[in-house]
């Protein structure tokens, strides 16, 4: 075989049409072969223009068992008619029976006899042929169709059909004609244009195995991104088209002072719970912000911290704080974030002490893509960790406004659009504003975001000059990615239970633009 096509159904094609004086049926020349064997051999054929052909549908009648019995035997009927006629005295049902040899026909066979009034009874009560001769029609039928695998006329295909004489086969064949490149021998075909074959002009003869476009390409067993890391490169992306720059989140534990304190988050917040937050236990505790820090570093650290402290006990920078004695151990306490503002917040006070063309620190925008951890009760929608997408915006003279603008070009560029804002609570921001907008699928608006201005007694804190205000807004990363790739249990998105073949056999996504 060549092309893993048996060669001679495809060489047997060719001798056939050359014998036959126009097109020829696959069923009837090649009535041992499979449909996949002649379909195989043909498309060899037809991609060389040698045959033409086009695929016929048609039902074809087989006699069932009783069917056969009733070719062979004639109908019960008639059978209990012969019965009968040879017997001048009548027969008793056990007599008939006992002359077919057969329970099941002699019973039905009497009462369709007795039906076409071919027999009747006699004074005792036996049965006697009432007619000379018959006509077995049920037998011509079944002949009819045993030798041409049809009848021709279709009530009485469909009443055989419903006494379960024949049954119905659908037949796929395929008529072949001559194509315009008919000939009896098919030529090798060269997969490569040679050296040897322009020196030698044999290219000029030669026949070339098409391109076949439609195969696909070979699996290669490479390595696949996760779901969640496609999406997350499409939100980098539009962050970077905007002008930000990535920060490092590559730390899962902070200090409850930067998850927490320098966001305003007071000691006795709810969300600093252990029900909420997961502690770690060893190491149990931070160093001081900037202890390792030296010179002018190390002193913007203290300031910031004992800044924070005054800040949370008795207000500063027109704050008039949360009078609460605040303790630095319970700052010091190691935790695994519980968002990636702890990032922001750090990237932030660093800011304080750059200096733009004006001496005063310059307009930044930052983003990062990264993991946080909160103590939920694991369900379909909720796991201990998840991934926050995150944005702040620092610039002078900002308006609320101005959020809400860019929020709708940010979110336009993911084809999100008509968003509804809605006053929210944040310690650390004022206002803060929840997101929202109509998801389509849901029939609902649906929260997609938190955002808001971060507190001046937080800036001012850092020792970011008044008049610079900050945007901060954090989404998660899950909830499009599942929306994109259709999963509704985040457990098949991460976790041990991720199915390998899922995150190989995804596409990568793109939010829709317009
Ligand atoms: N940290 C917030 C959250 O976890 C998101 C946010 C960031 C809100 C910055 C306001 C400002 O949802």
């Known amino acids: 075989t060549t092309d893993g096509v048996p060669q001679d159904l495809s060489i047997q094609t060719l001798h056939a049409l050359d014998k036959a004086s126009g097109p020829i049926l696959s069923a009837e020349a090649f009535p041992k072969s499979t449909f996949t064997e002649i379909k195989a051999a043909l498309d060899r054929l037809a991609s060389r223009e040698m045959v033409t052909y086009e695929t016929q549908e048609r039902d074809e009648y087989l006699l069932e068992p009783e069917g056969e019995q009733i070719a062979t035997n004639g109908s019960h009927e008639a059978r209990v008619f012969e019965a009968l006629r040879q017997a001048v005295e009548g027969l008793t049902v056990q007599e008939i029976e006992k002359a077919i040899g057969d329970k099941t026909v002699s019973k039905l066979g009497q009462s369709k006899a007795f039906k076409e ?9 036996k049965f006697k042929a009432a007619t000379d001769s018959i006509k077995d029609v049920t037998l011509e039928q079944v002949q009819t169709v045993k030798a041409t695998r049809t009848h021709p006329d279709p009530k009485i295909l469909a009443e055989l059909k419903k006494r379960k004489l024949v049954r119905v086969q659908k037949i796929i064949s395929f008529k072949i004609s001559k194509g315009p490149k008919f000939a009896l021998e098919i030529a090798k075909e060269e997969t490569d244009l040679t050296a040897d074959m322009i020196a030698s002009g044999a290219w000029k003869t030669a026949t070339f195995k098409p391109y076949n476009f439609k195969a696909l390409g070979a699996d290669q067993n490479s390595g696949a991104l996760h779901p969640l890391n496609k999406v997350r490169s499409e939100f980098r992306q539009i962050f970077f088209e905007m002008g930000f720059e990535e920060m490092p989140t590559n730390k899962f534990v902070e200090s409850g002072f930067w998850n927490f304190d320098a966001l305003f988050v007071p000691q006795q917040h709810p969300a600093r719970d252990l029900q909420d937050t997961f502690y770690i236990s060893d190491p149990l505790i931070a160093g001081k912000p900037g202890e390792s820090s030296s010179g002018e570093e190390k002193k913007s650290y203290e300031e910031y911290w004992e800044n924070v402290r005054q800040v949370h006990e008795n207000g500063k920078f027109g704050s008039i704080g949360y009078r609460y004695p605040w303790a630095a151990e319970e700052s010091l306490r190691l935790v695994l974030r519980t968002h990636t503002t702890s990032i922001s917040t750090a990237m932030l006070h660093k800011l304080a002490s750059k200096k733009g063309p004006d001496g005063r620190p310059p307009p930044a925008r930052y983003f990062s893509i990264d993991r946080v951890f909160r103590n939920e009760t694991v369900d379909a929608t ?70 808001g201005m971060f507190r001046p007694e937080m800036l001012q804190s850092m020792g970011l000059p008044a008049d610079m205000r900050v945007y901060g807004w954090g989404l998660s990363l899950e909830r499009p990615t599942m929306i994109k790739y259709g999963i509704s249990n985040i457990r098949e998105l ?21």
């Not at 009034?117 to 009560?125: E, F, L, Q, V």
């Open 494 to 514: 991460l976790g041990h239970k991720v199915d390998l073949n899922f995150i190989q056999r995804n596409p990568a996504v793109r939010l829709d633009k317009d």
């Open 117 to 125: 009034k071919w027999i009747s009874r006699t004074k005792d009560g």
């Open 382 to 451: 909720h796991l201990a960790e998840f991934h926050q997408v995150e944005g702040v915006i620092a610039d002078y003279n900002l308006t609320l406004g101005g959020l809400m603008e860019f929020m709708d070009i940010f979110f336009g560029k993911m084809g999100i659009t008509d968003l509804r804002y809605k006053p929210a609570y944040n310690p650390y921001t004022e206002p803060s504003l929840e997101i929202f907008s109509y998801h389509k699928g849901l029939g609902k608006l649906v929260e997609i975001g938190n955002s």
